[in-house]
């Protein structure tokens, strides 16, 4: 991969908070979590 380049991974994880405290990407920057409304689901 390159400065350009990109890859995205995605899952659902159940939506609390502090789920994904401490977990990085593979660059070393934080994941975020979106919450999917209405469904205590989010995707990270």
Known sequence: ???QSAL???AL???RP??????TGLDG???RLAA????GVAAL
Not at 18 to 23: E, M, P, S, T
């Open 18 to 23: 502090g789920a994904a405290d401490g977990v």
């Open 1 to 3: 991969m390159t400065e």
């Open 13 to 15: 994880v159940p939506d």
């Open 29 to 31: 920057r934080p994941l």
């Open 8 to 10: 995205y991974v995605y």
């Open 36 to 39: 999917v409304p209405g469904t």
